[in-house]
C-alpha cells in the first residue's frame, strides 16, 4: 500500500506557491488515492487535472499499481482544515457541537484554535416592554474540553435569495 504520508507530501507540492489548499487525502487498502482540494478563488477542472499529474507523475506504477482521483470539496461538505474556515469569512455558516445542538450565524472571525459567528436575537432588554434586536457573538473551539461550545461540523448555508 501507498503511504498516505508520500501522498500528502506530493499534493502539498502541487499546491505550494498557487491558491490551491489540500483538504483530505485518503488511500485505501488497493491503492485508489482520493484527494480533495480547495481554493479561496474556486477549483477549475484543470486546477484538478494539474495536482492529478502532478501526483501520479511522481510515482512508479511499475513499483506499485494505483488509481488517483482529485476533485473539489463539494460546496455542501463539512469544514475539514482552517482554510476552509479562512475562505468562508462573512458568510453564514451551521455550526454543529458535540452536545447535539446547530448554531447559525455569519462566520466573523478563524484562527487555527476557534472561530466566532455572529448573528442577531430578539432579546428582552431591561426597562423596554418590547423584545428588542442585538447582535450576538458566540466563541466555538476546534479543541475544547465543553462539548457546547467544541466544533463537531460546520458547514456553508447554501442561499439563493
Known amino acids: 500500500m501507498i503511504a498516505i504520508s508520500k501522498i500528502k ?16 487525502v485518503k488511500v485505501n487498502n488497493s491503492n485508489k488515492i482520493n484527494v480533495l482540494i480547495d481554493s479561496f478563488d474556486g477549483i477549475s477542472i484543470s486546477d484538478c487535472i494539474n495536482v492529478s499529474k502532478g501526483v501520479e507523475n511522481s510515482l512508479d506504477r511499475e513499483d506499485e499499481d494505483f488509481e488517483i482521483e482529485v476533485s473539489s470539496a463539494g460546496l455542501d461538505a463539512p469544514f475539514q482544515v482552517p482554510e476552509q474556515y479562512q475562505k468562508n469569512l462573512n458568510k453564514e455558516v451551521k455550526v454543529y457541537t458535540h452536545d447535539g445542538k446547530k448554531h447559525e450565524g455569519v462566520l466573523s472571525f478563524a484562527d487555527e484554535t476557534k472561530i466566532k459567528i455572529t448573528y442577531d436575537e430578539k432579546v428582552r432588554v431591561e426597562g423596554k416592554k418590547k423584545k428588542e434586536l442585538v447582535t450576538q457573538v458566540e466563541e466555538y473551539f476546534f479543541e475544547s474540553d465543553d462539548s457546547t461550545n467544541k466544533i463537531k461540523d460546520t ?3 447554501i442561499s439563493f435569495k
Do not use: P, S
Not at 12 to 20: H, S
Open 155 to 157: 458547514k456553508i448555508i
Open 9 to 24: 507530501e506530493l499534493v502539498e507540492a502541487q499546491v505550494d506557491g498557487t491558491n490551491l489548499f489540500a483538504v483530505e
